[in-house]
């Protein structure tokens, strides 16, 4: 959020020294949060003005000076009270001076006010003092002075754009889910290239880089199944996103039934070569019509892609 307080000295024609310079008339006042009162200002009569947000303020201020009698030409200082002291007093923050008696002095300063010391005091003071060893006379012209307090509550800032982050991330994640389906492909039938498997594939239907496969058809003939034969049911050749397999090879059960009902299992794998299982018995004489049943979800991705 952006806090800011401008005033200007237009009625006052004369500054005591160690006295605050008042700046009585209004110019732009934030109020963030309500109408009015403002929660982001106060302006006391004595010239004083308390922060009431914690934030990083900077304060600009220029004072035309008449004339005076001090020695020591003209000199301003922005001061802060500090209610933690022992003594409670005023502190400097910042001094602006000018030999010259008769000129406008600019100053200013860059304050940090914390949580903290809001939460403790619900507010920070800060006043331009006259510090120059003498009264001093303004000019006979408008303004004679002024003053504005800048602030920005980077805390807040930066919580907002860690919601703005969020926002975004939830959105990719929904673009993400939305390509996800566009890119859902049709179901792609794949029959082995197994002349003693005939009859018998996979179907394949992929989201993103994920990939489903699982069993489909029959034997059309009678086969025999031999011990420690390798039998594929799709080779990567007849599904080239088998090739972007990485790791291990993965193992699921291939369930065989009859149409008499009599089920059998296998381990199956799946690797860069294809699906395939190797029996650890023999099966005689599997009639028509015997189903080979799996399913499987496999990450397929370019190596440099992230999954």
């Given at each position: 959020?952006v806090y800011f307080l401008q005033r200007e000295c237009n009625s006052a024609t004369e500054i005591a020294v160690n006295s605050i310079v008042r700046f009585?008339?209004?110019?732009?006042?934030?109020?963030?949060?309500?109408?009015?009162?403002?929660?982001?200002?106060?302006?006391?009569?004595?010239?004083?003005?308390?922060?009431?947000?914690?934030?990083?303020?900077?304060?600009?201020?220029?004072?035309?000076?008449?004339?005076?009698?001090?020695?020591?030409?003209?000199?301003?200082?922005?001061?802060?009270?500090?209610?933690?002291?022992?003594?409670?007093?005023?502190?400097?923050?910042?001094?602006?001076?000018?030999?010259?008696?008769?000129?406008?002095?600019?100053?200013?300063?860059?304050?940090?006010?914390?949580?903290?010391?809001?939460?403790?005091?619900?507010?920070?003071?800060?006043?331009?003092?006259?510090?120059?060893?003498?009264?001093?006379?303004?000019?006979?012209?408008?303004?004679?002075?002024?003053?504005?307090?800048?602030?920005?509550?980077?805390?807040?800032?930066?919580?907002?754009?860690?919601?703005?982050?969020?926002?975004?991330?939830?959105?990719?994640?929904?673009?993400?889910?939305?390509?996800?389906?566009?890119?859902?492909?049709?179901?792609?039938?794949?029959?082995?290239?197994?002349?003693?498997?005939?009859?018998?594939?996979?179907?394949?239907?992929?989201?993103?880089?994920?990939?489903?496969?699982?069993?489909?058809?029959?034997?059309?003939?009678?086969?025999?199944?031999?011990?420690?034969?390798?039998?594929?049911?799709?080779?990567?050749?007849?599904?080239?996103?088998?090739?972007?397999?990485?790791?291990?090879?993965?193992?699921?059960?291939?369930?065989?039934?009859?149409?008499?009902?009599?089920?059998?299992?296998?381990?199956?794998?799946?690797?860069?070569?294809?699906?395939?299982?190797?029996?650890?018995?023999?099966?005689?004489?599997?009639?028509?019509?015997?189903?080979?049943?799996?399913?499987?979800?496999?990450?397929?991705?370019?190596?440099?892609?992230?999954?």
């Amino acid at each position: 959020m952006v806090y800011f307080l401008q005033r200007e000295c237009n009625s006052a024609t004369e500054i005591a020294v160690n006295s605050i310079v008042r700046f009585e008339t209004a110019i732009a006042l934030s109020e963030t949060g309500s109408s009015s009162p403002s929660e982001d200002f106060v302006y006391h009569a004595d010239g004083s003005i308390d922060i009431l947000r914690p934030g990083i303020y900077i304060t600009f201020w220029h004072v035309v000076a008449m004339t005076g009698l001090s020695t020591n030409g003209q000199s301003y200082q922005l001061k802060k009270f500090d209610y933690d002291a022992v003594t409670p007093d005023w502190i400097v923050l910042a001094e602006s001076t000018n030999h010259i008696k008769v000129s406008s002095t600019p100053g200013f300063n860059t304050l940090i006010v914390s949580k903290a010391e809001i939460t403790e005091h619900g507010k920070a003071t800060v006043a331009l003092f006259n510090t120059a060893d003498s009264d001093v006379r303004l000019t006979v012209f408008r303004p004679k002075a002024g003053i504005l307090v800048f602030g920005l509550d980077l805390s807040l800032l930066e919580s907002r754009i860690k919601t703005i982050e969020t926002e975004i991330v939830d959105i990719e994640r929904k673009i993400k889910i939305i390509e996800d389906f566009i890119y859902l492909s049709d179901i792609s039938r794949i029959w082995t290239p197994t002349v003693s498997l005939s009859g018998i594939g996979a179907a394949v239907i992929h989201s993103g880089h994920t990939y489903n496969f699982w069993g489909i058809g029959a034997l059309d003939h009678t086969q025999t199944l031999s011990n420690g034969t390798t039998y594929y049911i799709m080779r990567s050749n007849q599904y080239e996103e088998l090739l972007l397999y990485q790791g291990d090879t993965t193992i699921g059960t291939l369930w065989i039934e009859t149409p008499s009902g009599n089920v059998y299992s296998f381990p199956i794998r799946f690797d860069e070569t294809g699906i395939y299982f190797i029996p650890n018995s023999q099966l005689t004489n599997l009639p028509v019509g015997t189903t080979f049943k799996f399913t499987q979800a496999l990450i397929l991705a370019e190596m440099d892609e992230d999954p």
